[in-house]
T-cell receptor, first 117, second 114 residues
């Protein structure tokens, strides 16, 4: 069985603060993909990143960075210098096997981020 | 621009009525999916289709039906058998090559049962 836990239900920060969204996953498979999606108030989920289990390098994309640690089964997401436009619900997701299709995705329950001025 | 169009954005239904949610994509994706989103529960898969005229049940298919007569279209019918249909419904699509698992989502349809 696979499971994704996002323990933070809601986070509020003031603009320009850094914020980290936690994601802990469970799987017995040694091969898997991890994802982050952003759901702004408009509703559609937007793909942010996909990382496979063989690549533990951290990734940075502008103000976004991701810390993948297999030792703690975590794939945390940090937003540096947060902005109001970052306000959204963020979902972490997992799929086991490197050939698995999206029908096998397991989503976490999401973390709502509120960034205020 | 390519994307997924869901309609209507908001829908109200009386108990006992069937309703159909539309999902159209122009991404030329073979696979399409329907998810249900409830507060605090993340996304749950209702149905998916990897090819025209074929579809599979997801984790919570009871009370729902789908069809896939055209590659571009994957409508979802919420039947009166669905006990708690009030939710936000999201349609998504993807290519079907092995390991191709990045989803493109529509903007969703919010169904409220009165």
């Amino acid at each position: 069985a696979q499971k994704v836990t996002q323990a933070q239900t809601e986070i509020s920060v003031v603009e320009k603060e850094d914020v980290t969204l936690d994601c802990v996953y469970e799987t017995r498979d040694t091969t898997y993909y991890l994802f982050w999606y952003k759901q702004p108030p408009s509703g559609e989920l937007v793909f942010l990143i996909r990382r496979n289990s063989f690549d533990e390098q951290n990734e940075i994309s502008g103000r976004y960075s991701w810390n993948f640690q297999k030792s703690t089964s975590s794939f945390n997401f940090t937003i540096t210098a947060s902005q109001v436009v970052d306000s959204a619900v963020y979902f972490c997701a997992l799929i086991t096997g490197l050939t698995g299709t999206a029908s096998k995705l397991t989503f976490g329950t999401g973390t709502r981020l509120q960034v205020t001025l | 621009d390519g994307g997924i169009t869901q309609s209507p954005k908001y829908l109200f239904r009386k108990e006992g009525q069937n309703v159909t949610l539309s999902c159209e994509q122009n991404l030329n994706h073979d696979a399409m999916y329907w998810y249900r989103q409830d507060p605090g529960q993340g996304l749950r898969l209702i149905y998916y289709s990897q090819i025209v005229n074929d579809f599979q049940k997801g984790d919570i298919a009871e009370g729902y039906s789908v069809s896939r007569e055209k590659k571009e279209s994957f409508p979802l019918t919420v039947t009166s058998a669905q006990k708690n249909p009030t939710a936000f419904y999201l349609c998504a699509s993807s290519i079907t090559e092995p390991g191709a698992n990045v989803l493109t989502f529509g903007a969703g349809s919010r169904l409220t049962v009165l």
